[in-house]
């Protein structure tokens, strides 16, 4: 089943503790994506990928880093978590950018105490 | 950053008839127009785009676009309970020869049964 996995689902940690959320997709797809999601906010753009090695800044990339190893995976790396990065996290990919229109992985519940 | 305003509902219909939803975007120079269907607690899922004017029919939904308005719409004919979503309107815009999307804060459908 062509899908874009996340992991966690749901994590609670603490201010300053890094973590890291994981993204992969067994599409293929060239552009992967992470997004945040808030009320009356709606999903805006942390960082993306174009392709492997070819990362870029979204709208709100402040207090977070990415990687792309690898053409499947792209993390999510929050070194020094802070309250203001709770949040609904979303990865997204595509063949070869947002013009073909995105497949969202499952979600990512993070609470920083 | 681009602005896309969408109306955030909820918009309430009964079962059976046509639900419209309504999205307005500040970039002229946009291309490329995607509807996202997003379930409470999931993760948005493409459902329609559309590229020129005109209208685009998939079944239930049909999406118009009108360029020389900014304007592009979605409608659901023959509403079920099943669509009680909300519906993100995402448009993709170019800039310094990358493609960028903004997302609507998206519009709250309830189809009363």
């Known amino acids: 089943e062509a899908q874009v996995t996340q992991n966690p689902r749901y994590l609670i940690t603490v201010t300053g503790k890094k973590l890291t959320v994981t993204c992969s997709q067994n599409?293929?797809?060239?552009?992967m994506s992470w997004y945040r999601q808030d009320p009356g906010l709606g999903l805006r753009q942390i960082y993306y990928?174009?392709?492997?090695?070819?990362?870029d800044k979204g709208d709100v990339p402040e207090g977070y880093k990415v990687s792309r190893k690898e053409k499947r995976n792209f993390p999510l790396i929050l070194e020094s978590p802070s309250p203001n990065q709770t949040s609904l996290y979303f990865c997204?990919?595509?063949?070869?950018?947002?013009?073909?229109?995105?497949?969202f992985g499952s979600g990512t519940r993070l609470t920083v105490v | 950053q681009k602005e896309v305003e969408q109306n955030s509902g909820p918009l309430s219909v009964p079962e059976g008839a046509i639900a419209s939803l309504n999205c307005t975007y500040s970039?002229?120079?946009?291309?490329?127009f995607f509807w996202y269907r997003q379930y409470s607690g999931k993760s948005p899922e493409l459902i329609m785009s559309?590229?020129?004017?005109g209208d685009k029919e998939d079944g239930r939904f049909t999406a118009q676009l009108n360029k020389a308005s900014q304007y592009v719409s979605l409608l659901i004919r023959d509403s079920q309970p099943s669509d009680s979503a909300t519906y993100l309107c995402?448009?993709?815009?170019?800039?310094?020869?990358?493609?960028?999307?903004?997302f609507g804060t998206g519009t709250k459908l309830q189809v009363i049964p």
């Open positions: 559309i590229y020129s004017n």
């Open positions: 997204a990919s595509s063949w070869t950018g947002a013009n073909y229109g995105y497949t």
């Open positions: 995402a448009v993709i815009w170019n800039s310094g020869g990358y493609q960028k999307v903004t």
């Open positions: 970039d002229r120079g946009s291309q490329s």
């Open positions: 990928s174009m392709n492997v090695e070819v990362t």
């Open positions: 599409m293929n797809h060239e552009y």
